[in-house]
């Protein structure tokens, strides 16, 4: 695949995973069409024989991909990479329902760490998972997205509020419910618009009444390459999608060694869930496959995760929220991020490890450290290298305007990290000796 394909495909993948539901049924799609076949975790799995490819959902918004080769784990150990899928967003309360001024809009919770500025004057849709009742009294889920822009949170005039451009602050409960239509009929009720839209897009299931949901809005703004030179990819959840449709291309183009792709929701409130990456999700499943807690414990030694999230690239306007030493650039290649009190899992031998794949694949490398006086993020790289006893690097895409509800990555950098991952997945051994 060559970098104008990959960077289209990419387009494709953001545009088709508005919710970390949808970014995993499009995973789904994927694996599917690549051979891979769905494994159930209430099933036996002891029947299962190498060569293999499989994934396992859980709570339809993380996944677990496994090409398993012919090698035995419990010798060659596992390539495992690992990303999440859900990104910062606003989503629906649930009673929603507000009437102000013959305005119908609706109720939503800040999800994550939102930059919510940039939420203000956006077409936005709605998207995600519906739960009903059908004709037969069963309870049944479904995927929903609205696509066409049917809200948008309009800024007040800078005529009502002189300063704006100085001292501007959000009230989250206030400020930002989004305004749906005119409507004086202060008995709107959400649900039977979403009954009816659920009825529109899917008319065979037999809806009779939804019993709860999942939804976020989203920006309906296509992902685009842009720039004078298209040196730039613009689009929401570049953090972290782009993490996982690189990962995903990796272990679908890489079969010499047992290759796992891991992505997780939850990542951006703490991974504290059941399908989270502090969660039991990847230990169960890679223990599943093993025969013993002793061939686990063998496995995790010589098997090593990468964990891909995206890295803050050094801003030309603000050049001074980084260390002079440490400023990545975008299409300058993946960054190492490197955090001496480990809210990054990166330690010298893995981060070596990595410079050295970088190096097999002729692309460049940077590296990452947050300024001493300011305060670090994390991944799921410590949390799934504390869970499994696994060494883990922490790498990503260098990012401008994290958390926005659109983001800015450069043109080259996924295609180049992509190029390293797959000398990562055929390697003989990720081992310093």
């Given amino acids: 695949m060559d970098l104008q394909h990959f960077n289209h495909d990419l387009l494709a993948f953001l545009q088709a ?9 499009e995973m789904a799609r994927r694996l599917q069409a690549a051979g891979f076949t769905p494994l159930q975790e209430a099933d036996d799995w002891a029947a299962l024989q190498t060569p293999y490819k499989h994934y396992i959902i859980r709570n339809g918004s993380s996944i677990v991909a496994i090409n398993g080769a012919n090698q035995s784990p419990v010798s060659s150990g596992f390539r495992m990479m690992g990303a999440h899928t859900d990104s910062p967003c606003l989503k629906v309360k649930p009673q ?17 760490g939102a930059l919510l500025n940039p939420w203000f004057d956006r077409d ?11 004709e037969a009294g069963q309870v049944c889920s479904s995927l929903i997205n609205f696509e066409r822009a049917i809200a948008s949170i309009p800024s007040l005039a800078i005529h009502l509020d002189r ?10 409960q206030k400020d930002i419910p989004p305004i749906l239509m005119r409507s004086e ?5 959400f649900r039977a618009i979403l009954l009816t839209e659920l009825k529109r897009q899917q008319p065979l299931i037999k809806a009779e009444k939804i019993l709860d949901y999942e939804l976020s809005f989203y920006d309906v703004q ?44 939850h990542e951006e409130i703490g991974s504290q869930s059941a399908a989270g990456a502090q969660g039991p999700m990847l230990k169960s499943v890679l223990r599943r ?24 690239g050094v801003h030309p306007n603000y050049a001074d929220k980084h260390d002079g030493n440490h400023g990545p650039l975008l299409n300058q290649g993946a960054v190492i991020k490197i955090n ?53 690097v922490d790498i990503g895409v260098p990012t401008f305007a994290m958390h926005s509800i659109r983001e800015l990555a450069g043109s080259l950098d996924a295609y180049s990290l992509y190029k390293v991952l797959q000398v990562f997945n055929r390697a003989e051994t990720v081992s310093v000796n």
């Avoid at 936005?124 to 059908?134: H, I, K, M, P, T």
């Avoid at 093993?290 to 803050?312: G, K, P, Q, T, W």
């Avoid at 794949?357 to 001493?372: H, K, L, M, S, Y």
């Fill in 17 to 25: 995973s508005p919710t970390p539901f949808h970014a995993v049924e």
């Fill in 289 to 312: 496959l093993l025969a013993s807690e002793a061939d686990f414990v063998r496995a995790m030694d010589c098997s090593m995760m990468i964990s891909i999230d995206n890295a803050h």
């Fill in 185 to 189: 009929d202060k008995s709107a009720d």
């Fill in 340 to 392: 001496a009190n480990q809210r990054y899992a990166s330690n010298s031998e893995t981060s070596s490890l990595f410079r050295s794949w970088c190096e097999a694949a002729e692309q460049p490398v940077q590296t990452f450290v947050v300024r001493t006086d300011m305060s670090c993020g994390s991944t799921i790289g410590p949390i799934t290298a504390s869970e499994l006893g696994v060494k883990t």
């Fill in 222 to 265: 296509p992902p685009a390459v842009i720039g004078f030179n298209q040196d730039f990819i613009a689009s929401a959840r570049l953090d972290n999608l782009l993490s996982c449709y690189v990962g995903l291309q990796s272990l679908l183009t890489t079969d010499e060694q047992n290759c796992v792709l891991v992505c997780n929701d």
């Fill in 124 to 134: 936005l849709s709605l998207a995600g998972r519906v739960s009903y009742q059908n």
């Fill in 163 to 172: 300063e704006a451009n100085s001292k501007r602050s959000i009230n989250a």
């Fill in 96 to 112: 929603p329902e507000q009437n102000n001024q013959g305005y119908f809009q609706l109720g939503v919770e800040v999800y994550g």
